[in-house]
């Protein structure tokens, strides 16, 4: 690309040159990232001091330039001013901006807000609470799970992981959802261990991570070079009071739910607001209830703090815990 001087402006007794650009030549992202065989991380790194964004600011010297070259047709004509600024954190400086385009749209230049250091581009200003530029278009296609409220995209959770963690660390998410934190993790090469009490059937982790193993190609797959493997252990929670929660909401019949309720007043923790004798000198009142009202009660009568086994009680013999588990957890916990 070559250059000739088309005029010259005055700015506070500055001259301002401007010249207009010949043969510039313009691609996209995607164009160089296809061209090249290159994944678009690798075009950022390889071109990041030729990589620009247009934008159309209200300047002074912008309407004066305007001014200066009249009425322009075209897209990818560029021009470019030279001049030493008064004032501005280029003060004193020679300073050299691009316009584009028959609106000329100034080019703001990623190597103006990013630098390269131990080879990886950072960004020199702060970014906001949840950040920009990440595209949420395919957001519920990711994973190839769906998730209504909540779900983040791949690239802000690789983004958030590439920053906070080195190659031996552990991820944890105890509230791991559709399960696109482990998901990124997979297939980032890190270690991680995803934590979820609600089942979201088909749409949940481990349907999703199930996926990855298999080569899941959406996401951040492309920036990884992911294509499939590696593993994955899953393990349930060992059930106590939880189970009757899933036997109340499955009844049909009240007759189904008072052999519900024998069954946990011999058998689970009930909630200590509940009277046992109470409730059932007033069987004939609960049985009068419609029943989703009986279920809606019985819910009421368990201990929500012992839906699960609690490992402190994995040797009672009670809940008959198989030597399996037991050395399964031992090693989870690290107990010995």
């Known amino acids: 690309m070559g250059w000739q001087v088309w005029s010259g402006l005055y700015s506070e007794g500055n001259e301002i040159k401007i010249h207009k650009r010949i043969n510039p030549t313009f691609k996209s992202i995607t164009q160089i990232k296809n061209e090249e065989s290159i994944t678009e991380k690798e075009v950022y790194y ?31 004509i560029l021009f470019s001013i030279e001049y030493v600024p008064r004032s501005g954190r280029n003060k004193g400086n020679l300073y050299e901006q691009f316009y584009k385009g028959a609106k000329l ?27 920009d530029g990440f595209n949420l278009n395919n957001l519920s296609k990711e994973g190839k799970v769906q998730l209504e409220n909540g779900k983040k995209p791949e690239a802000l959770l690789e983004r958030i992981i590439d920053m906070a963690t080195n190659k031996d660390d552990i991820v944890l998410d105890f509230f791991a959802g559709s399960g696109t934190t482990c998901a990124v993790a997979h297939k980032m090469g890190i270690r991680y261990i995803g934590i979820e009490q609600l089942d979201y059937e088909e749409n949940d982790c481990l349907v999703r991570l199930k996926n990855v193993v298999h080569g899941d190609a959406s996401g951040i797959s492309d920036i990884t070079k992911w294509s499939g493997g590696g593993e994955f252990i899953y393990c349930e929670l060992m059930k106590f009071n939880e189970k009757y929660f899933e036997e109340i909401k499955k009844a049909k019949t009240s007759k189904e739910l008072n052999n519900i309720w024998n069954d946990i007043k ?3 923790f009930i909630s200590y607001k509940v009277d046992v004798k109470t409730f059932d000198e007033n069987a ?7 029943i989703e009202n009986q279920k809606k009660v019985l819910l009421e009568t368990l201990d929500k703090n012992q839906l699960y086994v609690n490992l402190s009680e994995i040797d009672d013999k009670e809940y008959d815990i198989s030597k399996e588990n037991k050395e399964l957890n031992s090693q989870f916990y690290k107990l010995k």
């Open 284 to 290: 004939n009142k609960f049985n009068e209830l419609s």
């Open 266 to 268: 011999n058998n689970s």
């Open 46 to 76: 390889k071109y990041v001091d030729k990589i620009f964004t247009t934008a159309m600011p209200q300047s002074s010297i912008r309407i004066r330039v305007q001014e200066v070259l009249g009425n322009l047709n075209g897209n990818d």
């Open 105 to 131: 749209r100034l080019l703001s230049w990623l190597k103006d807000v990013a630098e390269v250091k131990d080879g990886k581009i950072y960004k020199k200003e702060l970014q906001g609470t949840y950040w």
